[in-house]
């Protein structure tokens, strides 16, 4: 079993930067890709970035493109969405997930955190 668990959240004016972690008990993310998501009130969730913690390949969504970051700490077992440039559309409850095997992105996360909430005033 893995626990995620979120953090970092907050209430940021546009134009700012967050940086949300994402992280991990249980058992090493080593050989886990990991999915940053986000969920807006009345809209679907959104994939918007991944990391495969083993050897850092990424995938960033063009939403959010040169904006955020994806990165990963092995030795602290957390993954981090540095989020720089935020706009009001960036406010939504964000999510990490887990999926093990060499992907980028997780296929079908067996692993979720509680989410943190991102919230950009305009």
């Known amino acids: 079993q893995v626990q995620l668990v979120e953090s970092g959240g907050g209430l940021v004016q546009a134009g700012g930067s967050l940086r949300v972690s994402c992280t991990a008990s249980g058992r090493t993310l080593e050989y886990y890709a990991i999915g940053w998501f986000r969920q807006a009130p009345g809209q679907e969730r959104e994939r918007i970035s991944c990391?495969?913690?083993?050897?850092?390949?990424?995938y960033t969504a063009d939403s959010v493109r040169g904006r955020f970051t994806v990165s990963r700490d092995n030795a602290k077992n957390a993954v981090y969405l540095q989020m720089n440039s935020l706009k009001p559309e960036d406010t939504a409850v964000y999510y990490c997930?887990?999926?093990?095997?060499?992907?980028?992105?997780?296929?079908?996360?067996?692993?979720w955190g509680q989410g943190t909430q991102v919230t950009v005033s305009s």
């Open positions: 997930a887990a999926d093990p095997g060499n992907y980028v992105c997780p296929l079908h996360p067996d692993y």
């Open positions: 990391i495969n913690v083993r050897d850092g390949r990424t």
